[in-house]
């Protein structure tokens, strides 16, 4: 059975920085594209990064530019993304998504999905 879980969340001062990690058992994620989401209240879920299998990095959107990290450590079976200067707006629930039709912003292309965590930004 496919477990991903999501760990780091928690509550982040404006202007600080967010280090979450995605790891799994029942899969390599090695072997998948890597993707992280978010979804505010009200909004819909939305990339932020992704992954590739051969490690190439694929930024979405203004949210991502000059802000994020986005690594793999595949020794552990894990996924580490990182965001800077965190405004009210990075305010979600982030989940890890794995698939393996390469990184897409494209929720339905992947498969395996974790339970999210909450991110909290105080202002």
């Known amino acids: 059975q496919v477990h991903i879980v999501e760990s780091g969340g928690g509550l982040v001062q404006a202007g600080g920085s967010l280090r979450l990690s995605c790891t799994a058992s029942g899969l390599s994620l090695a072997d998948y594209a890597v993707a992280w989401f978010r979804q505010a209240p009200g909004k819909e879920r939305e990339v932020v990064s992704c992954i590739g299998r051969g490690g190439g990095t694929v930024l979405y959107g203004d949210a991502g530019k000059g802000r994020l990290s986005i690594s793999r450590d595949n020794a552990n079976n894990r996924v580490d993304f990182g965001m800077n200067g965190l405004t009210p707006e990075d305010a979600a629930e982030y989940y890890c998504?794995?698939?393996?039709?390469?990184?897409?912003?494209?929720?339905?292309?992947?498969?395996?999905w974790g339970q999210g965590t909450q991110v909290t930004v105080s202002s």
């Open positions: 998504a794995a698939g393996t039709t390469g990184c897409t912003p494209a929720a339905e292309s992947y498969g395996h």
